[in-house]
């Protein structure tokens, strides 16, 4: 098992970022789309959000924390042909561009109030942005649309890893499963 990547793989570290951001991911869309429909007498009115935005804090800092390995460690070569490539990197960008969007936006609904965000109550994230008119109203609408482009491209995403795999029937998903080369 091996750490760092290779030309031919992805090591154990890339890998186990790459899920652990894709189920938070997931999970805080499916928490959003819920509690957003719980009422004020509901045990989890006031507990949800402070969990999403708990678990959103620190996405954001293992999203930081994977762009940086990234960057320090190489990228396994591509497999399928160069048009591929380009659109492979091209989604890889933007899906990192929401994810940052994201929590852009998720940080000015929470802050909007001049209250920081708790983060499970370990730390704390300063207001250094808030009172803008309409921000919560604005940045909420903008965190609503950048989830469901997320949630859209990561199907993409999705579907072409199967589309690697099952079609074309090379190692392109398996190189993300597994850091054996």
Do not use: C
């Amino acid at each position: 098992m091996q750490w760092r990547n290779t030309d031919s793989s992805y090591g154990i570290a890339s890998i186990g970022l790459h899920w652990l951001i894709a189920a938070a991911a997931i999970s805080l869309f499916a928490l959003g789309v819920w509690m957003v429909e719980l009422t004020y007498y509901d045990p989890w009115y006031q507990r949800a959000p402070q969990l999403h935005k708990s678990i959103g804090v620190l996405l954001f800092g293992v999203a930081l924390a994977r762009l940086a390995w990234r960057h320090a460690n190489p990228r396994p070569r591509p497999l399928g042909a160069a048009l591929q490539s380009r659109i492979a990197v091209a989604v890889h960008r933007l899906l990192d561009g929401l994810l940052f969007a994201l929590a852009a936006s998720g940080y000015l609904i929470s802050t909007a109030d001049g209250r920081p965000i708790e983060v499970f109550e370990l730390f704390s994230v300063p207001a250094t942005l808030s009172g803008l008119q309409h921000q919560a109203d604005i940045a909420g609408w903008a965190h609503q649309l950048l989830g469901y482009a997320l949630l859209g491209l990561a199907a993409l995403h999705a579907g072409a890893a199967f589309k690697h795999h099952f079609v074309d029937r090379d190692r392109t998903l398996k190189r993300m499963l597994s850091s054996k080369p």
